[in-house]
């Protein structure tokens, strides 16, 4: 599984559109970053069609990262947050770090950025402790 889950870097370059990625995680990551820039301006008629867009690339994610979770240790503290959830809040916080670049500056801009550095890193140390058994994540044995 450690070479299962793409790095926190792999994940961000998909976040921005970099590549045709061909992991699934990596898809998803796209397609969800894309479909988050779309929710920025979507109208209020919009938003419910494409938060169930959302919703089952999050279930898509979570069921292929269940399908290759290796057994946890019996003492493997839960997560908060299935790994769909975090690169779910990745995308969105990478839509929302680039719209911030055409409209913020100063300190609106880095906190934006900063919020999603923090997440990366969230991220990678959530797939290696997952990867070991570490942690295991919500609905998985």
């Given amino acids: 599984m450690r070479d299962t889950l793409p790095s926190k870097n792999?994940?961000?370059q998909a976040c921005r559109g970099s590549g045709q990625p061909g992991h699934p995680l990596l898809r998803a990551?796209?397609?969800?970053?894309?479909?988050?820039g779309r929710l920025l301006s979507a109208e209020p008629g919009q938003l419910a069609e494409l938060d169930t867009i959302r919703t089952d690339l999050v279930h898509e994610i979570d069921?292929?990262?269940?399908?290759?979770?290796?057994?946890?240790?019996?003492?493997?503290?839960?997560?908060?947050e299935t790994l769909g959830a975090v690169i779910d809040r990745l995308a969105r916080l990478t839509a929302a770090?680039?719209?911030?670049?055409?409209?913020q500056s100063g300190r609106e801009l880095t906190i934006a950025w900063e919020h999603l550095a923090?997440?990366?890193v969230g991220y990678?140390?959530?797939?290696?402790?997952?990867?070991?058994?570490?942690?295991?994540?919500?609905?998985?044995?």
């Fill in 29 to 36: 990551a796209q397609d969800l970053t894309a479909l988050h």
């Fill in 10 to 12: 792999q994940v961000l």
């Fill in 63 to 80: 069921r292929w990262v269940t399908a290759q979770l290796p057994p946890s240790h019996g003492a493997a503290r839960v997560h908060t």
């Fill in 97 to 103: 770090a680039y719209a911030a670049l055409a409209s």
């Fill in 118 to 120: 923090e997440l990366a």
């Fill in 124 to 141: 990678e140390d959530l797939a290696s402790e997952v990867c070991t058994g570490r942690r295991r994540l919500p609905g998985a044995h």
